[in-house]
């Protein structure tokens, strides 16, 4: 392993029962629905995993895989792959972008082993990746039939999502508008794009677990930018604006959608999305999604593959090392070993700064990304570190995301006070 490799964390995905659409036993899911802000920083991981980055360093979550790939090739030289293994080695080669290959490793186990769930699944979306989505809509009938009970609307879900890509047919301009998976037109009452509003006989037609049942397609296939699209047209109909503005911006900048009236309602609910920061009430700013969970992708690390901690260079600061601090109802914490050897020294990390004034500052808070509203999202004492420039320094806003190095200090007994400072520090751009 690199040092790059090591500093910027392995992640590993903790075993259990995977969630439906894409099966992988390294994969754990929160219940969902989880905050938009988590849900978008896990989703947009999940997609940078499928490709290598332009700028030749590593990303964590795609090194996991690539790493659970070849492990599972080795075993595969030694020995017959069984079911669940092969399965597994499907799932992260789709997770790689490697779908094609999916196919060839999973198809003939598929015939092997032909009442299989997770074969059948994880086949069913390498196809639906690769774009083949008659095989696709076959095999994950098959996993509808061979799924457990509490799976099956998840694969339903699905299923029927690549029935209406089919009956689309070839969208030779792009995609014009969000798939059709529950029925309803994303207007407001005046029967057009609305800010914060969602028609009242619109509004009915979504089932319960509407906002669930899209964030989990889009977990399982990260590139699709129109499940991002109609995920953002949900939180608008919950009142969430700002969440529908950042997925719509996501679309835009990061997808490049060029449907006329995704860049309308873009426009729309950016202008609402900035009104709102201006407004005093911020109770009304709420809306009715009914949130589960922080972020969707549970995660754990092993200390033992991160480099050594150095007295006179500057360490990686990883925000899952400071998201695994607990903290007890009186606000005593525990900070994980490797941490507590980062007290005091230089650290750099990366993050979105929340200002203290709207004036140029000396001190500010950073989060890992970035929060609409800081009264209505409400960011966890995990996920926040106090900053102090360098004496004699101060800084403007800065929106996008900045790299961070400084001296890391450690709260362990003021309960009033943040948990993690970095004093001395120094604002550059993120690599």
Not at 100 to 121: E, G, I, Q
Not at 220 to 225: K, T
Not at 245 to 258: K, R, S, Y
């Amino acid at each position: 392993m690199t040092p790059l490799r090591a500093a910027l964390l392995t992640l590993l995905l903790l075993p259990a029962s995977a969630r439906a659409g894409l099966h992988y036993t390294g994969e754990q899911f929160a219940e969902l629905p989880s905050r938009p802000t988590g849900f978008l920083t896990d989703h947009r991981a999940l997609r940078a995993a499928g490709f290598e980055r332009p700028d030749g360093l590593p990303s964590p979550l795609r090194d996991d895989y690539r790493a659970a790939a070849a492990r599972l090739d080795k075993l595969a030289k030694m020995r017959p792959l069984t079911a669940d293994e092969t399965a597994d080695l499907g799932a992260v080669l789709v997770r790689l972008g490697q779908a094609d290959r999916a196919v060839n490793v999973l198809a003939p186990a598929a015939r092997k082993f032909p009442t299989h769930f997770r074969l059948a699944a994880n086949l069913g979306t390498a196809h639906h990746v690769r774009g083949d989505l008659d095989s696709a809509a076959a095999y994950l009938e098959e996993a509808v039939d061979l799924a457990p009970a509490k799976l099956k609307p998840s694969e339903q879900a699905h299923l029927k999502l690549v029935r209406l890509r089919l009956k689309e047919g070839r969208l030779p301009n792009g995609p014009a508008a969000v798939d059709d998976l529950f029925g309803v037109k994303y207007v407001g009452a005046n029967g057009a794009a609305e800010a914060g509003a969602l028609a009242d006989a619109e509004r009915k037609k979504l089932p319960a677990d509407a906002v669930a049942v899209v964030q989990q397609l889009a977990l399982w296939l990260p590139a699709d930018a129109r499940l991002v699209w109609q995920f953002g047209e949900l939180c608008n109909a919950h009142g969430d604006v700002r969440a529908a503005a950042a997925c719509l911006d996501g679309c835009v900048t990061e997808f490049a959608l060029g449907a006329a009236d995704l860049r309308a309602r873009r426009t729309l609910y950016r202008a609402a999305a900035d009104a709102l920061l201006k407004k005093p009430n911020h109770e009304a700013h709420r809306g009715t999604l009914k949130v589960k969970s922080v972020r969707p992708l549970v995660r754990a690390f092993d200390e033992s593959l991160l480099p050594a901690v150095s007295a006179d260079k500057v360490n990686a600061l990883p925000w899952p090392l400071l998201t695994a601090t607990v903290v007890t109802a009186k606000g005593q914490p525990t900070f994980a070993k490797y941490l507590e050897k980062l007290d005091g020294k230089t650290v750099a990390l990366t993050g979105f700064m929340r200002p203290t004034d709207e004036r140029a500052v000396e001190t500010f808070v950073v989060l890992e990304y970035p929060l609409g509203c800081w009264f209505c999202e409400s960011p966890d004492p995990t996920g926040l570190v106090s900053v102090e420039l360098k004496a004699g320094t101060s800084t403007e806003y800065k929106r996008g995301l900045l790299k961070l190095t400084g001296t890391l200090v450690l709260n362990r007994d003021n309960p009033e006070a943040y948990l993690f400072s970095l004093k001395d520090a120094r604002l550059g751009e993120a690599d």
